[in-house]
């Protein structure tokens, strides 16, 4: 609501102008929309299936937001009017950007582990999101609260990069931030209609690539399970690590686009490809990602100290491990606040 002003901005009669809406959100921006980042963060990194392109997007979403203060007209909540910048910023850097797959979501079989293993750097792989990036370390913050575990599994995002851009933007605008076919239509310039049949294409893609969680673990079996895993690789004991191992379990490890399927092979594939020479070569520290448990595992050198090596993630279930996708690079160790290296004293 605009307010007829003097010239010295005071109101007729000699009163103090009274803020307009406007005036109040550019004033209170940070306060107002602080709030929200942990969201919009998810929301960017389902869009990307990167956390680094999350990162920038949400900066962006920001800087686009503080530009655009005086447009905003209250005709939607404040939460809409973000995300709706958010996404249609995600939209502008996707455009003719590749997915992000997984080794597994390339069509290929799996792999054979005597063969050693190729990277292929070339391929925008999809990246793990650290959890403190969205949650943090207050279990009490009610905006971390408000993303839940199941909009960003890995399994979840992955399914989204076989999606165009426009196909994430509905399904997540419809599925995860709960907005009506009309508010969907309104923010990408699509009819309702539009909506709703991309909706339906959305939703059958993602139904048969996203898989089903089998039954979860209470606390104290995930605990002991978790704690044999680290004890068997920091052991290098390949025969106790896969009996930890679903029947079908899976391991990935981008850049490598090989993939392998069985607790056989990935038995061949760590006793033959690992650089660990026998027991104290791996160290292991917990962390987690994508709502699940994951491992920061380095490896020795030759003084002794603990190199970062690569990050694990964890599907666990009431059958084992089901799942492993590693990641390299010690760039991923300090996106989880995880340590440039062991030394020999913290190891032992």
Request: proline share 3%.
């Given at each position: 609501m605009t307010f007829v002003t003097g010239a010295d901005g005071s109101e007729p009669g000699g009163a103090s102008p009274t803020p307009t809406p406007g005036d109040v959100l550019e004033r209170d921006f940070a306060a107002l929309t602080e709030p929200l980042r942990r969201e919009i963060m998810a929301h960017c990194y389902r869009m990307t299936g990167s956390v680094h392109d999350a990162?920038?997007?949400?900066?962006?979403?920001?800087?686009?937001?503080?530009?655009?203060?005086?447009?905003f007209e209250n005709r939607a909540s404040l939460r809409t009017w973000m995300f709706r910048i958010a996404t249609n910023t995600c939209l502008t850097h996707l455009a003719g950007r590749a997915r992000r797959p997984l080794p597994t979501g390339l069509g290929a079989p799996a792999a054979d582990p005597a063969h050693e293993p190729r990277a292929d750097g070339a391929v925008p792989w999809l990246e793990p999101l650290p959890d403190a990036v969205v949650w943090g370390h207050e279990s009490t913050d009610p905006a971390a609260a408000a993303v839940g575990h199941e909009s960003v599994r890995l399994a979840f995002v992955a399914a989204l990069q076989h999606l165009t851009a426009r196909q994430r933007a509905v399904l997540l605008l419809r599925d995860v931030l709960a907005w009506s076919a009309a508010e969907v239509a309104d923010a990408l310039d699509m009819t309702v209609a539009g909506v709703n049949s991309t909706l339906q294409r959305a939703r059958a893609n993602?139904?048969?690539?996203?898989r089903e969680q089998p039954g979860s673990l209470d606390d104290e079996r995930l605990r002991h399970l978790l704690d044999a895993y680290v004890a068997a690789f920091e052991a290098y004991d390949v025969a106790a690590i896969v009996q930890?191992?679903?029947?079908?379990?899976?391991?990935?490890m981008p850049p490598f686009p090989g993939w392998y399927?069985?607790?056989?092979?990935?038995?061949?594939l760590i006793s033959t490809w690992c650089p660990a020479n026998g027991p104290g070569s791996m160290r292991m520290l917990p962390t987690s990602a994508n709502g699940s448990p994951a491992f920061g595992l380095y490896m020795a050198d030759p003084g002794g100290t603990h190199r970062p090596f690569q990050v694990q993630v964890l599907e666990v279930d009431d059958r084992g491990v089901g799942r492993v996708t590693a990641w390299f690079g010690e760039p991923l160790f300090s996106a989880f606040g995880l340590p440039g290296a062991v030394h020999r004293d913290a190891a032992g």
């Open positions: 990162e920038d997007l949400v900066q962006e979403t920001y800087l686009r937001a503080w530009r655009a203060m005086h447009g993602v139904a048969r690539l996203d930890l191992m679903a029947a079908d379990v899976v391991w990935e399927s069985g607790p056989q092979d990935v038995a061949t």
